[in-house]
């Protein structure tokens, strides 16, 4: 039932897919409102919100720059036309309903497309009657739930192994850049995030965990301890540099 829902949701929000309903959805940028499905309304509604939060660091409309990279299209011209398409302001959501300001705009929900997916897997499997799992779609998505706390392992900035996580009815995400293989993109240049850093974030949604890891590396530090503090979803763990920030829940701050 997991491996059905996983694939179902993929049919939902991937663009890699010409038939899903998110690349219908692209494809009628420009031409008003468009009815979705729950999940995709769903999941463009808190990706709208998160847009907001984090003071447009988190932007699913960097679609367009990110399917000329997918195709390793590194042309900068090319590029510079599709960062002009970048626009979250421009994504609307309202109920049932979801629109893109303008022909050629793309949403791609790379940034929280496993986190939505481990949370649906995991109220499957609770409405199914499990009483305690684990759900791990890499480093950048994972949930456990039940009575027992689940230990995980977090990477350094070196990408080795580093440091271990209590999970406990939680789930955690972590995404970093400056490493070759690190794909962040700042949605305000539409180029990779060049300086090493990390961010970990633990709390009760994979979706709303992974969504927050990728603003936190575009902003970094000085942003995370001056206005990001009091929107932060969950415990938080940066990393860059200049050493380890680490920063608990909201309501269990003194």
Do not use: C
């Not at 070196?158 to 995400?173: I, T």
């Amino acid at each position: 039932a997991a491996f059905a829902e996983a694939a179902r949701l993929e049919a939902i929000l991937s663009n890699w897919r010409p038939d899903s309903e998110l690349s219908r959805f692209n494809a009628r940028a420009g031409t008003g409102a468009v009815k979705l499905s729950p999940e995709l309304a769903e999941a463009l509604a808190l990706s709208a919100s998160l847009h907001q939060l984090t003071d447009g660091a988190f932007d699913v409309t960097l679609g367009p720059v990110i399917l000329l990279l997918r195709e390793e299209i590194h042309d900068r011209a090319r590029l510079a036309e599709a960062h002009r398409l970048v626009d979250g302001r421009g994504l609307a959501v309202s109920g049932q309903y979801g629109a893109l300001a303008r022909k050629g705009m793309a949403v791609d929900l790379g940034g929280i497309g496993k986190g939505f997916a481990v949370d649906r897997i995991r109220d499957l499997l609770v409405h199914g009657g499990a009483r305690a799992g684990f759900i791990d779609f890499g480093q950048s998505s994972q949930l456990a739930f039940g009575p027992k706390a689940r230990t995980v392992g977090v990477r350094s900035l070196s990408g080795k192994p580093a440091s271990q996580r209590e999970l406990k009815d939680a789930a955690l995400s972590t995404s970093d850049s400056g490493r070759t293989e690190s794909s962040i993109l700042d949605p305000r240049s539409g180029e990779l995030v060049p300086a090493l850093r990390q961010a970990t974030v633990i709390g009760p949604s994979a979706a709303v965990t992974e969504g927050w890891t990728k603003p936190l590396i575009v902003l970094g530090r000085a942003w995370l301890l001056g206005p990001g503090r009091d929107r932060l979803p969950g415990r938080v763990h940066y990393k860059d540099e200049q050493g380890d920030v680490d920063l608990p829940a909201r309501g269990t701050r003194r």
